[in-house]
């Protein structure tokens, strides 16, 4: 009887832990991952016949192996994730940035355009107007929209 309920709690165990994989699938960054690999590995643990909750030995492995499966599984995530932070721009980040123009540029509307990087900005120029395809610096920010300088 006691085999069987070992049977039953591992396989509970591994499917809960599976559950947790799709949680995870379906909603990266939940970090769902780590407690589905420490449940995994416990309940083939509890398979292999490793009691897990009653014996000192067993206790003892199953805290280590959790633990290992823990930090596996943070290593795992660690080498598959981007190692990029999230990109932050703010019109206030952009001073000093080059870019180029969008639509014509002048210097009494907010009506031109410029891309820096792969985001379109209103802006202004300094003076002069800037045409179509040139290439600006950003030297100032103001309200919602920049101000730029052609880059000579």
Known sequence: M??????ALGWLLII????????????PGF??????TVLIILGILLLLG???????WGIVIGVIVAICAA???????????????????????????EGRVKKTVDATT????VI??????SAHSTGAT??????????????????VEEVH
């Open 2 to 7: 006691v085999l069987l309920e070992g049977l």
């Open 16 to 27: 809960l832990g599976a559950v947790l994989f799709l949680v995870e699938m379906y909603s």
């Open 31 to 36: 970090f769902a991952a780590v407690p589905a």
């Open 50 to 56: 490793v009691d897990i909750f009653n014996s000192e």
């Open 71 to 97: 930090v596996f599984t943070v290593w795992m995530y660690s080498k598959i994730t981007p190692n990029e932070s999230p990109t932050t721009i703010s019109r206030d980040t952009l001073i000093g940035m």
């Open 110 to 113: 907010i009506n031109g355009k």
């Open 116 to 121: 820096i990087g792969t985001t379109e900005w």
């Open 130 to 147: 800037i045409p179509e395809n040139r290439p600006v610096r950003v030297v100032d920010s103001e309200g919602v929209h920049i101000v």
